[in-house]
């Protein structure tokens, strides 16, 4: 539909796959009808974070990349976001177009490939 919306036939865009992922996941917190908040963080500074949820129990920092692999210049902005929320942060997850979940360094530190999150 988004791409109906924007006349975007050629391939998929950085903002075009952030924004599908962050549908997706809007949709799932709501049809299961979880007690959960959705932000986009940014200080004036320019530090940001794609998607920040608020559960009852914390933060989780979310960053969407379009690309195959996670580096570790990637981790930076969550892990001093992660310092703004120290008694309630639950950890990172960065959603990218690889093909295996894999532990990140730092505590609670995930890539989670998006086929595997929205399928």
Request: proline content about 4%; some cysteine.
């Amino acid at each position: 539909m988004l791409r109906q919306a924007t006349g975007n036939w050629g391939p998929a865009t950085g903002s075009l796959f952030e924004t599908m992922v962050v549908s997706e996941i809007y949709k799932w917190i709501k049809t299961n009808q979880r007690d959960t908040s959705l932000f986009f963080y940014r200080t004036h500074g320019g530090l940001e974070c794609d998607l920040l949820l608020q559960t009852e129990e914390g933060f989780i920092g979310i960053e969407i990349k379009m690309r195959d692999k996670i580096y570790s210049k990637d981790m930076g902005p969550m892990k001093e976001i992660a310092k703004k929320f120290p008694d309630n942060w639950l950890g990172s997850i960065f959603i990218y177009n690889g093909v295996s979940i894999e532990k990140l360094p730092g505590d609670r530190n995930w890539a989670i490939p998006a086929w595997r999150l929205l399928t």
